[in-house]
C-alpha cells in the first residue's frame, strides 16, 4: 500500500509507540489519579509559607517556656510570689536594680513586682495557667460545640427547638454566669472552666449549625441521598472534609479568645485565683501608671498579646492549609 | 408586616421575660443572700439582736422574704380595733426571755405565734444579750416572724411593677392631704408663678408634678408613667436601676429657687422632681419652712450627664467614626486585594482580633497620653472636651476593624459572584457595576447591624470605661456584681435584653427596608 507509512523510518523508538496490552478486567476498574494525601497536602501547603514557619517556631518557643521552664526552676506558685516579702528593698526594680541585688540570673531579668518577686517567673507561670484554660475552654466548647452544632443542622426538629434556646441563652451576659459561678463555688481554675463551658459551646454550635445547613443541601449532597448513601457517610464523607477548614478557622479564633476573657474578666475583678496572665495584668495596673514600673505591667500584657497574636495566626493559616482548594498547584 | 413586628415583639418578650428568670433564680436561690450586706456599712454598725432584725428588714426591702415583727403585730390589732391603747401598751413589751412575760404578754405572744406559722412563717425569739448587768449594744429582745417568698412569686411581682403609674390613690386613704386630685396651670409655680409654663400638678399622687416644661430636652417632661427596674441596694442605696443610669451626675448647680412657701434661696434642688413622703413636714422644722405640703422628697439638680448619657456620647460619636471609617477603608482593601493597603489592614484586623482588649486599650491610652498629651482620665466636672477623645478612639478602633474585615468580605464575595462575570460580559462599565450592584448588595449585611450598635452605644463598654474612668453605664453590671448588689444585677440584665431584642428586629426591619427582596409579610414564596 502507497500511504502506508513506516514507523520505523520516522525515527521513534519503541516506548514512545503504541503497543499492545491485554485487557484485564482487574485494571479496569482502578481509576487513576495522582497520590493524594489530605493531611500530607495540609502540611505541605501550611510550611510552603515561611512566615509560619518563623510563627510556629515562635509558638513553640512560648508552650516550651510556659510549661517546661516553671518546672526547671521548680517554681513554687504559694512560695515563690512572696520569697522576697519581707525584703523592702526588693521591690519594684528595674531590671539593673534587680540584677545588682541578687545577683546576674534569668529571674531579674524583667526586674521585681510588687511584693519583691520575679516578673519573669511570673510571667511564665502565668502563662502556663492562661494557656491551659484555653486549651481546656476550647477543647471542651469545641467538642460539644461542634457535635451538637451538627446534630442542630441536620435535624429540623432540633432546630426549632435549639434555635429558642439561642434567643434566650444569647440574652443572658456571661459575665453574670462566670460571676454567679465564682460565688457558688469559690474562684478556681475548674471553676472558670466551668463557667466558660456552660453557655460557651452554644455560639460555636449555632456557627456550625449554620455552615452545615448551607451545604446540607447542596446538589452533591441531595445526589448522594438520591443514591442511597446513609446519612452517617454523607456526614462523614461529604460534609466533615468541607468542615474541617472551617473548624480550624474557628479554633484559631477561639482558643486566644478565651485568653483574652480571662485577662478581661481578672481585671474587671472577676478573675480565678491562680496567678493567671489576667490577674498579674490586674494586680499591675497601679505600676502602669507610676514611672520607672511599667515593665511590671506591660511584661504581661506583652506576653499574652504574644500568646494570642502567635495562636491566632497559626491557626488562621492552618485552617487555610486545610482548605482542599488550596491543595492545587 | 405588622403582624409579624408583633408576632417578633410577641416572642422577644417571652424570651426576654425567661431570660430575667433564670437570672432571678440564680442569683436568689443559688447565692447566699447575707453576701448583700458585704458592702452595706449599716450592717456593720449594728450588733447583737439589732444586726439580725436588721438583715431581716433588709431582706423583706428588697424582696427575699416577708417580714413581721411582734410589735407589728400588736399595732395592728390595735388599728383594727381589736384591742384598746391600754391593753396594747402592756403587751408590747416582751419579757428579757420568754419566761418572764406577763400573763397578758404571754397570751398574744402565743396569739402571735399560732397565727403565723398557721400562715407558714418561722416564728423566732431572740432573748436578750446582756453585757455584765446592763443589756448589751443592741441587745434588745426581739420577735418576729418570716416566710420566704419563692422566686417565681417574685419573678411575677418584679414584672407587675415594672411600669409605675402614678394616680391620685398613690398616697394612703387614710391620710388627710385635703383635695386629692389633678390641677392644670398655665403658670408654673416653680418660676414664680408669672413665667408661662404650662404643668399638671397632682395631690394624692406620688409625684407632685405629673407634667412640667423646662429648657432641658426633651422639654416637656412626664412623671405619669415611669419603668421601675428594681431597687439598689449597694451601688445606690434605695435607688431605681433606671434612675441610677438616667438621673444626672456631677457637682450640684445652684439656682435662685423659691420654694412653695415663698422661701427664696441659692440651692440646687429640684423642685419638679417632688415626691411624697408621709409626714416629712412634721418632723422637719428645715422642710416646714421651705415646703407648703408634705410633697418634700426632691432630687438635685446636677451639672454632668447622666450614666446613660455619657455613654451614648462616647458610643454613638465612636459609632459614627467606625462607620465613616471602616466602610471606606474595607471597600479599599477590597478592591486593591493582596496590594499593600489591603496587606496592611489585614494586619491591623488580625492585631484587633488576637490582641487581648484590655493590652490595646492600655496601648491607646499609652501612646495617646504620651506622644499626644491627651487627658487619660476623665473629669466629669471639668468643661474640657479632649477628654472624651481617648474613650472614643479606644472604642472605635475595634469597631472600625470588625467593619473593615466584613465590608471587604462582603466586598470580594459579590465581586467573585457570577451576576458581576455576567454583567461584565453584557459590557457594563466597572463603576456602573460597582454603583449598581456590588456597592447595594454588600452593603445589605452591614445595614442589618446598625440599630444595635447605635443601642448599644447606650450601655457602654466596660473596660474602655474603667480604663478612663467614664462615669457611665458599662461599669454597672460589674459594680453591681462585685458588691452583691442583686437589684441591680437583674435590672441592668432586664435592661440589656430587652435592647438585644429590639435592636434585632430593628435590624431585620431596616434590612428588608433596604433590600426589597427581603419580605416579611408573605411566609412562603
Known amino acids: 500500500m502507497d500511504n502506508k507509512i513506516d514507523l520505523k523510518e520516522l525515527g521513534y523508538t519503541d516506548e514512545e509507540l503504541f503497543s499492545h496490552i491485554d485487557h484485564s478486567n482487574a485494571e479496569s476498574e482502578k481509576i487513576t489519579a495522582p497520590r493524594y494525601s489530605y493531611w500530607r497536602s495540609v502540611f505541605r501547603v501550611f510550611f510552603r509559607n515561611k512566615v509560619n514557619i518563623i510563627v510556629l517556631t515562635l509558638l513553640v518557643l512560648v508552650i516550651v517556656f510556659a510549661y517546661v521552664y516553671p518546672s526547671v526552676i521548680g517554681y513554687d506558685a504559694t512560695v515563690d510570689p512572696y520569697i522576697n516579702l519581707m525584703n523592702s528593698q526588693s521591690k519594684h526594680l528595674n531590671p539593673s536594680k534587680a540584677m545588682e541585688l541578687f545577683g546576674r540570673s534569668i529571674h531579674w531579668i524583667l526586674g521585681t513586682g510588687g511584693s519583691g518577686q520575679s516578673t519573669w517567673d511570673a510571667m511564665w507561670y502565668g502563662s502556663r495557667i492562661s494557656i491551659s484554660l484555653a486549651f481546656i475552654c476550647a477543647a471542651i466548647n469545641m467538642t460539644i460545640g461542634v457535635l451538637l452544632g451538627a446534630v442542630w443542622g441536620f435535624s429540623k426538629r432540633v432546630d426549632a427547638i435549639m434555635m429558642e434556646v439561642y434567643n434566650i441563652i444569647g440574652n443572658v451576659p456571661l459575665i453574670l454566669i462566670i460571676s454567679v459561678m465564682a460565688m457558688l463555688f469559690s474562684p478556681t481554675f475548674w471553676t472558670m472552666v466551668l463557667a466558660m463551658t456552660v453557655i460557651g459551646w452554644i455560639g460555636i454550635a449555632f456557627f456550625i449549625r449554620t455552615q452545615v445547613v448551607i451545604i446540607r443541601d447542596r446538589e452533591y449532597n441531595l445526589a448522594s441521598k438520591c443514591l442511597g448513601t446513609s446519612t452517617i457517610k454523607i456526614a462523614m464523607k461529604n460534609i466533615l472534609p468541607f468542615m474541617t477548614s472551617v473548624i480550624v478557622t474557628l479554633l484559631a479564633t477561639e482558643i486566644p479568645s478565651y485568653i483574652s476573657y480571662e485577662v478581661f474578666l481578672s481585671y474587671i475583678g472577676m478573675g480565678m485565683s491562680e496567678m493567671s496572665l489576667g490577674r498579674l495584668i490586674y494586680q499591675s495596673e497601679t505600676a502602669m501608671v507610676t514611672p520607672g514600673w511599667e515593665i511590671e505591667f506591660w511584661s504581661p500584657v506583652v506576653i499574652a498579646s504574644i500568646i494570642t497574636v502567635v495562636l491566632y495566626v497559626v491557626g488562621q493559616n492552618l485552617g487555610d492549609a486545610s482548605d482542599p482548594r488550596t491543595h492545587m498547584e | ?525
Open chain 2, 1 to 525: 408586616m405588622g403582624k409579624y413586628v408583633l408576632k417578633r415583639l410577641l416572642h422577644g418578650a417571652v424570651s426576654v421575660i425567661i431570660v430575667v428568670i433564670v437570672v432571678m433564680v440564680l442569683i436568689y436561690s443559688l447565692m447566699n443572700r447575707n453576701l448583700i450586706f458585704a458592702q452595706d456599712p449599716n450592717y456593720t454598725h449594728q450588733s447583737n439582736n439589732n444586726r439580725i432584725t436588721y438583715t431581716y428588714q433588709k431582706w423583706e426591702d428588697y424582696g427575699y422574704l416577708d417580714y413581721v415583727t411582734y410589735a407589728d403585730y400588736i399595732n395592728q390589732l390595735q388599728r383594727s380595733g381589736e384591742i384598746d391603747s391600754a391593753t396594747r401598751d402592756t403587751v408590747v413589751s416582751l419579757g428579757r426571755k420568754a419566761e418572764n412575760d406577763s400573763e397578758e404578754t404571754a397570751e398574744y405572744v402565743q396569739r402571735f405565734t399560732e397565727y403565723y406559722e398557721s400562715q407558714g412563717y418561722t416564728v423566732q425569739r431572740l432573748d436578750v444579750v446582756m453585757s455584765g448587768r446592763r443589756v448589751a449594744n443592741g441587745g434588745q429582745q426581739q420577735l418576729f416572724a418570716y416566710r420566704d417568698i419563692p422566686v417565681f412569686k417574685r419573678a411575677l411581682s418584679y414584672f407587675v411593677n415594672l411600669l409605675f403609674i402614678d394616680d391620685i390613690h398613690y398616697v394612703s386613704d387614710d391620710v388627710d392631704i385635703g383635695e386629692r386630685g389633678v390641677t392644670f396651670t398655665w403658670f408654673d409655680p416653680v418660676y414664680g408663678g408669672e413665667k408661662f409654663s404650662p404643668a399638671i400638678i397632682g395631690n394624692g399622687t406620688y409625684h407632685k408634678y405629673l407634667l412640667y416644661c423646662d429648657s432641658s430636652f426633651p422639654y416637656i417632661h412626664q412623671n405619669v408613667a415611669s419603668i421601675r427596674l428594681g431597687l439598689s441596694y449597694s451601688v445606690n442605696m434605695g435607688v431605681d436601676v433606671f434612675d441610677t443610669m438616667s438621673l444626672s451626675q456631677g457637682t450640684y448647680s445652684y439656682a435662685d429657687i423659691t420654694y412653695p412657701s415663698g422661701h427664696m434661696e441659692n440651692s440646687a434642688d429640684d423642685l419638679h422632681s417632688a415626691t411624697y413622703m408621709q409626714g416629712s413636714r412634721a418632723t422637719s422644722a428645715l422642710l416646714q419652712d421651705r415646703f407648703a405640703d408634705d410633697y418634700t422628697n426632691v432630687a438635685s439638680v446636677r451639672s454632668g450627664h447622666s450614666k446613660l448619657g455619657y455613654s451614648f456620647i462616647i458610643g454613638i460619636i465612636s459609632v459614627i467614626m467606625a462607620y465613616v471609617l471602616g466602610l471606606p477603608v474595607g471597600l479599599a482593601m477590597a478592591l486593591r486585594k493582596d496590594k499593600l493597603l489591603d496587606k496592611l489592614g489585614t494586619i491591623y484586623i488580625m492585631f484587633i482580633i488576637a490582641v487581648p482588649s484590655l493590652a490595646y486599650i492600655f496601648m491607646f491610652k499609652a501612646v495617646g497620653g504620651k506622644v499626644f498629651g491627651l487627658p487619660t482620665l476623665f473629669d466629669m466636672d471639668s468643661a474640657e472636651k479632649m477628654m472624651y477623645i481617648l474613650p472614643i478612639v479606644s472604642l472605635a478602633l475595634p469597631s472600625i476593624a470588625n467593619l473593615m474585615k466584613w465590608m471587604r468580605r462582603y466586598m470580594i464575595d459579590q465581586m467573585n459572584s457570577d451576576y458581576v462575570k455576567f454583567a461584565r460580559a453584557g459590557g457594563l462599565s466597572e463603576g456602573e457595576i460597582f454603583t449598581k450592584h456590588i456597592w447595594k448588595n454588600a452593603l445589605i449585611p452591614i445595614v442589618h447591624g446598625i440599630p444595635g450598635s447605635v443601642i448599644f452605644a447606650m450601655t457602654g463598654a466596660i473596660i474602655t470605661e474603667r480604663v478612663y474612668v467614664v462615669p457611665g453605664a458599662g461599669n454597672l453590671l460589674t459594680q453591681a456584681i462585685n458588691k452583691y448588689d442583686n437589684g441591680v444585677i437583674v435590672g441592668v440584665t432586664l435592661f440589656y435584653a430587652v435592647l438585644s431584642v429590639v435592636s434585632l428586629i430593628l435590624g431585620d426591619l431596616l434590612m428588608a427596608t433596604v433590600d426589597p427582596r427581603i419580605s416579611f409579610s408573605t411566609k412562603e414564596r
